[in-house]
């Protein structure tokens, strides 16, 4: 079992910054790969960014050159650097862990006001 637990969301003018964490605990396989996926109103849940290893990262279109994945060195907690936020980046983001099994965070709302 994985136990994933978020914090850092809330409400920022468009233009601003917010950093999520999501620190992982439980049986943490090495080869995993963490992200966060986000999920707006009416809209299906979407992939923000992805991280693998140390540094083989994957984003979304929408929030390449924005958004930054990371790890800490201790390799259980990931981090998303949300930066020149848009009101279409509000939703609620949620972390997402994977080995053989998918475990997903509480979620966390982000709302960016115009």
């Known amino acids: 079992q994985v136990q994933l637990v978020e914090s850092g969301g809330g409400l920022v003018q468009a233009g601003g910054s917010l950093r999520l964490s999501c620190a992982a605990s439980?049986?943490?396989?090495?080869?995993?790969?963490m992200g966060w996926y986000r999920q707006a109103p009416g809209k299906q849940r979407e992939l923000v960014a992805t991280?693998?290893?140390?540094?083989?990262?994957n984003y979304a279109d929408s929030v390449k050159g924005r958004f930054t994945i990371s790890k800490d060195n201790a390799k259980t907690t990931v981090y998303l650097q949300m930066n020149s936020l848009k009101p279409e980046d509000t939703a609620v983001y949620y972390c997402?862990?994977?080995?053989?099994?998918?475990?997903w965070g509480q979620g966390t709302q982000v709302t960016v006001s115009s």
């Open positions: 997402h862990y994977r080995d053989y099994t998918m475990y």
């Open positions: 991280i693998q290893g140390a540094n083989n990262t």
């Open positions: 439980g049986m943490i396989l090495g080869f995993n790969v």
